[in-house]
């Protein structure tokens, strides 16, 4: 099929080369044109893995190309949306310039027929809001939430765990559409809704919710663990062997970052006050609060562990992507607590493998070193606060030569408590003994 996608961000561009993969003629467009030149030149714009060389290949076939002109969309039968919609900056709302903005440029260049298909995320009630603008230029509207999941972002696209297809009711041709861009995934027999465009935005925002609550829920019996000395990190084996409540997205630490996760639940609030049933989603406040107090609970162990007082204490900062695998720091837990612990008056040292260059964007003033001998040595503590693989795997006597004094501040729960107990450190986990 001949398919535009329309924003290339992390989820335009994966889309965009996944749709190429899967024998589609793709067009990928963008207003960014540093963005666009990038992928032109077969290099993701950032750090996801496989997606470059996908992108290489899928260029080399032909199959896809990237532009700045949104002309190029036309003669495509299908055009997805995936554009940002980030918090806006004066509220908890969701910002739709970009997705308004889209929308109103690509129903320029719609031929009678055509198919467009939101997939940004989105408050429930904007397809509805978007749709006359397509149907009068004698095309249809679809909304097709995206689910994957930045580091597995190709495999998330390329073999998705289930397809949603929000459409006008008996929309079949809209249906038949999406059927043949997905039919691989399709004849896979991955499950597939039908539904309408309501339901197809808050399955999106639905699913983000829950695995926030998931990760606060964990999060805040670490609270209670470490009021009582118990292990959450157990805890959450035991009760994760419930099938109804499973072990996945139940690792209690620094808590959940990203460009979708704290936005989202804050959108779906504010969204919901607006419709009136705010108190719906009340709980969602002190999923956010819960959230947001682990950062600080690392900062304390931190300050706990060198009697108080921060200043000018040398402290390595091991991760500052909000999570592995990925170089994005939005909304991250890690440069927030490196942030923090500077505030105070710390000498932090922070590394990380992939996300220096987006940290600098965003902090400048921070210390970044690029190897982690270099970020641990002379260090009076060590924090981790991303587990990257290589720090998952470090050993005591990995930094024991470095360091200026043992002291570990395990954000993620990742490393083995005894092992680094034995070798001498002090070792403090979040919400286990
Ligand atoms: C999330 C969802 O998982 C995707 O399904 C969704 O498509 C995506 O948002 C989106 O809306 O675009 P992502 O932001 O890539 O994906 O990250 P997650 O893997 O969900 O992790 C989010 C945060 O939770 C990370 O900071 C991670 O460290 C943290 N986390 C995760 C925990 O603290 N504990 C856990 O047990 C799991």
Redesign the pocket.
């Known amino acids: 099929m001949k398919i535009s996608v329309i924003g290339c961000g992390?989820?335009g561009a994966v889309h965009a080369a996944c749709m190429a993969e899967l024998g589609h003629e793709v067009v990928g467009i963008d207003v960014d044109e540093a963005k666009i030149a990038s992928l032109s030149a077969g290099r993701a714009p950032f750090f996801e893995p496989g997606l470059s060389e996908l992108v290489e290949r899928a260029l080399a076939s032909g199959r896809l190309r990237f532009s700045t002109d949104l002309a190029q969309a036309r003669g495509a039968a299908v055009h997805f949306v995936a554009v940002g919609t980030p918090q806006s900056h004066d509220s908890d709302s969701a910002d739709l310039r970009y997705v308004d903005a889209a929308f109103e440029a690509i129903a320029e260049h719609l031929a009678p027929g055509d198919l467009v298909v939101g997939k940004s995320?989105v408050p429930v009630g904007t397809a509805e809001r978007l749709a006359p603008g397509i149907e009068a230029a004698g095309a249809r509207l679809a909304w097709n939430p995206?689910?994957?999941?930045?580091?597995f972002a190709v495999q998330?696209t390329l073999a998705p765990d289930r397809l949603v297809y929000g459409v006008r009711h008996g929309d079949e041709g809209s249906v038949a559409a999406l059927d043949a861009v997905y039919g691989a995934a399709i004849e896979a027999g991955t499950p597939r809704i039908v539904t309408d465009f309501a339901t197809a935005e808050l399955v999106?925002v639905a699913?983000?919710a829950f695995?926030?609550t998931?990760?606060s829920f964990?999060?805040a019996m670490a609270e209670v663990a470490e009021a009582t000395g118990a292990d959450v990190t157990q805890l959450a084996d035991a009760i994760g062997y419930d099938a109804r409540i499973g072990r996945?997205?139940?690792?209690?630490?620094?808590?959940?970052?990203?460009?979708?996760?704290p936005k989202?639940i804050r959108g779906f609030m504010a969204r919901a006050d607006e419709l009136g049933v705010g108190e719906a989603l009340e709980f969602l406040r002190d999923v956010d609060a819960i959230n947001l107090r682990r950062r600080q609970r690392v900062v304390d162990l931190v300050a706990d562990a060198v009697g108080g007082d921060l200043s000018g204490v040398r402290v390595a900062v091991l991760g500052l992507a909000?999570?592995p695998d990925?170089d994005d720091v939005r909304d991250?837990?890690a440069l927030d607590v490196a942030s923090r612990l500077r505030a105070l008056g710390a000498d932090v040292r922070a590394t990380d493998p992939e996300a220096i260059e987006t940290s600098r964007r965003v902090n400048p003033d921070l210390t970044f070193v690029v190897e982690l001998d270099d970020a641990v040595r002379d260090a009076d503590v060590v924090v981790l606060v991303?587990?990257w693989r290589r720090y998952r795997e470090l050993t005591p006597d990995d930094l024991a030569p470095l360091v200026a004094r043992r002291v570990i501040i395990d954000g993620?729960n990742v490393l083995d408590p005894q092992t680094w107990r034995a070798a001498g450190w002090n070792y403090r986990g979040l919400g286990r003994p």
């Not at 995206?146 to 580091?151: D, K, M, Q, V």
């Not at 996945?248 to 996760?261: E, P």
């Open positions: 992390y989820l995320t995206e689910f994957l999941r930045e580091g998330d999106k699913a983000n695995l926030a998931k990760i964990i999060n996945r997205f139940l690792n209690a630490g620094v808590g959940f970052g990203g460009g979708c996760l989202d909000f999570k990925s991250s837990p991303t587990e993620r």
